[in-house]
């Protein structure tokens, strides 16, 4: 067990590693300010060459803070940065990258209109001969460093064409082809499947027996286990505790995170499940283009009070089937039915007044307007009647925008400030109470949890059992395994656009999940 007590002054600072060895990037008690607000407190860390250290903490624990100092993006106001032994001062990310530091953030930063490779190589482009751009290195090195990661895809492709699992793996390409000496990952797995998960655990250890220094930022403490060598937890700005992986276990980091205790939740909900809402029948998307469809034969059926998990891997198909239902992509081939009635909605605006929701997996572009108030991202859609009229209710909006606060624990100053000064776990909560709002018949949750910390995702966890208890039927998509089985009734497996299996979640193993996910006949 980790002591989170104060320790005495003659201990070392958490945060700081004293064992020998090179260290190539080092905070000394670095403190930040936001409106005369302390978000970082004296943070010392420590990374050494071929290190891998995790840093831990929930939402609002400083942990962005860090990397954006450690990055150029902020400059702090008090401390300092060392790289080699040699205090510098980066004012730019581009700063930060051409010293050799990359960072592969949590939300996306590609540019949507870019190809793949341009995207990857945006501001080190190579010169060539007579000042000309070497677009064949370009081209070339991107296929390399997605092979590496073992993902094929046309490297002339936009962006904006990839789903965010490839988008997330593009991201950590963009990485691999610099020459760095410091990689800084934030929650580089949010969006993967457990097989791209460990092919990205390879990567790591390649990187760190090349000599690179990784500090890896995750929420899943699993992946700290398999991945990480030492570990600095930060609660509330400061540093708590700091030391080796293997000489702690998940438990205790989970205490040292939260200050609290979390009883993390298991399957086995006892919900009387109630008639069939929704099958899906033969599902096919329309061809993408030369004759390739993500979806090809996708089947089954939703009940009342009932939480069904779709799994599969990166490109299996399930967000896209998700996008069919809710009138967001059309349907190619088969069919929706509805409350016993053939359904194939026009556009999201049919879906929602038929009874559907949709939480995406791409909470920042597809699910919030980051700069908009809280009452406003509840409002979107439409919980409350208009009046006479056509007139916004806006007093009954804020009303019912109250009791949800009160009902979720949603933290926030009021409901008047952007809702991208929330945390990830409570901006989540708000997309789903809104959903709520509505009273659906049928609500669609994409990665649920995506990016937020361990106690907001049980919270998040308990609020879409209680939304299911409540009669909803729940279609769950997740790329976190354990994810699925602690929430899911039953679990529909997908591969390559088909339907390969389906059982209930109590007789389920993750092993036996993976294999219909990913194995042949």
């Known amino acids: 067990m980790l002591d989170i007590k104060p320790k005495p002054?003659?201990?070392?600072?958490?945060?700081?590693d004293t064992s020998s060895g090179a260290i190539v990037l080092e905070a000394d008690r670095l403190t930040k300010r936001f409106f005369g607000v302390t978000v970082l407190d004296g943070i010392c860390l420590s990374l050494k060459?071929?290190?891998?250290?995790?840093?831990?903490?929930?939402?609002?624990?400083?942990?962005?803070?860090?990397?954006?100092?450690?990055?150029?993006?902020?400059?702090?106001d008090g401390g300092s940065v060392r790289m080699d032994g040699e205090q510098i001062q980066f004012l730019s990310p581009l700063e930060a990258d051409r010293a050799g530091i990359s960072v592969i953030r949590q939300e996306l930063s590609l540019f949507p209109d870019l190809s793949v490779a341009e995207a990857i190589f945006a501001g080190h482009l190579p010169i060539g001969r007579f000042g000309l751009i070497d677009w064949r290195h370009v081209h070339k090195a991107t296929a390399e460093a997605l092979a590496r990661l073992g993902l094929t895809i046309d490297v002339r492709a936009p962006v904006a064409s990839l789903s965010v699992a490839e988008q997330q793996m593009v991201e950590i390409a963009r990485a691999l082809t610099r020459s760095s000496r410091v990689v800084?990952?934030?929650e580089p797995t949010?969006?993967?499947?457990?097989?791209?998960?460990?092919?990205?655990g390879e990567i790591i250890e390649q990187l760190a027996a090349e000599g690179v220094a990784i500090l890896y930022v995750s929420h899943r403490l699993d992946e700290v286990n398999a991945f990480c060598k030492t570990f600095t937890v930060l609660r509330d700005g400061t540093a708590i505790s700091e030391g080796l992986v293997s000489e702690t276990d998940?438990?205790?980091?989970?205490?040292?995170m939260a200050g609290r205790h979390i009883e993390l939740s298991r399957a086995g909900a006892d919900r009387t499940q109630g008639e069939i809402v929704l099958e899906v029948d033969g599902l096919a998307s329309r061809n993408r283009g030369r004759g390739s469809r993500m979806v090809k034969n996708v089947s089954?059926?939703?009940?009342?009070?009932?939480?069904?998990?779709?799994?599969?891997?990166?490109?299996?198909?399930?967000?896209e089937t998700a996008r069919m239902i809710f009138g967001l992509d059309p349907i190619g081939?088969?069919?929706?039915?509805?409350?016993?009635?053939?359904?194939?909605?026009?556009?999201p605006e049919a879906a929602m007044k038929a009874g559907i929701g949709y939480v995406s997996e791409d909470r920042k572009d597809l699910s919030i307007l980051p700069q908009r108030s809280v009452l406003e991202n509840f409002a979107l859609t439409q919980p409350v009647p208009a009046r006479a009229f056509g007139r916004v209710d806006r007093a009954a909006e804020g009303r019912m925008l109250s009791d949800y606060v009160s009902q979720l624990g949603i933290k926030m100053q009021n409901a008047r400030v952007p809702i991208a000064t929330l945390s990830g776990g409570n901006q989540q909560k708000v997309v789903l109470a809104r959903w709520i709002a509505r009273q659906p018949r049928v609500l669609i949750v994409d990665e649920p949890t995506r990016g937020i910390d361990v106690g907001a995702k049980e919270d998040v966890h308990d609020l879409i059992r209680k939304i299911a208890a409540e009669g909803v039927a729940v279609l769950l998509?997740?790329?976190?395994?354990?994810?699925?089985?602690?929430?899911?009734?039953r679990v529909v497996t997908l591969r390559e656009g088909k339907t390969t299996g389906e059982t209930d979640t109590h007789e389920a193993t993750a092993e036996m999940l993976m294999a219909r996910m990913t194995s042949h006949d």
């Open 9 to 16: 002054a003659k201990d070392p600072v958490p945060g700081r």
């Open 49 to 76: 060459k071929g290190e891998v250290r995790a840093l831990l903490g929930e939402n609002g624990a400083g942990k962005s803070t860090v990397i954006n100092l450690l990055s150029g993006v902020h400059q702090p």
């Open 184 to 186: 800084i990952m934030d």
């Open 190 to 200: 949010a969006s993967l499947s457990p097989k791209e998960v460990a092919h990205l």
């Open 250 to 256: 998940i438990p205790s980091m989970i205490r040292d």
């Open 300 to 319: 089954f059926a939703l009940h009342a009070s009932e939480i069904l998990g779709l799994a599969g891997i990166v490109g299996a198909g399930r967000t």
């Open 333 to 347: 081939e088969g069919q929706v039915v509805l409350d016993g009635a053939p359904f194939e909605p026009a556009s």
């Open 477 to 489: 998509i997740s790329s976190d395994m354990p994810e699925i089985l602690a929430l899911a009734d």
